[in-house]
């Protein structure tokens, strides 16, 4: 590998990190809408569904942050035959955030597209 690829690849990766950490509220508002998860169901979850990759020490001060800012709530609930697993879902506030996030994502992408596809045609 020369220098030069393994710049790149470093840069790369970096930006790719910056750009997941940008949309972990999006992704874990999208997780919940339908019905409340635990932790460890919400990691899983979102790893099945899509490449991102999320850890412990990730999601769990970032569900603390949006349960702060009333986005989600938590309830303690005994679990299947061991400790009572906290189960995250989407509070009203949230539902209007979510909306309000997905329409500005969908805008995002749409504006991305529309540069990366001029510059391919030009």
């Known amino acids: 590998m020369t220098q030069t690829s393994t710049w790149l690849d470093d ?10 950490k940008g949309v972990l509220e999006l992704v874990i508002l999208l ?12 990691i899983s979850g979102i ?3 899509s490449s991102l990759e ?8 970032l569900l603390l942050r949006l349960a702060k ?22 509070t009203p506030h949230g539902r209007q955030m979510l909306a309000a996030m997905t329409a500005g994502w969908a805008k995002l992408v749409a504006s991305v597209e529309a540069l990366a596809t001029s510059e391919t045609n030009q």
């Open 11 to 20: 840069s790369v990766a970096r930006w790719e990190t910056q750009l997941r």
């Open 31 to 42: 997780s919940l809408r339908e019905r409340e998860k635990y932790g460890f169901e919400l």
């Open 47 to 49: 790893a099945n569904r």
């Open 54 to 61: 999320l850890s412990e020490g990730t999601i769990y001060p």
């Open 69 to 90: 800012e009333d986005l989600i709530q938590s309830r303690l609930a005994q679990g299947d035959g061991g400790a009572p697993r906290k189960y995250y879902s989407v």
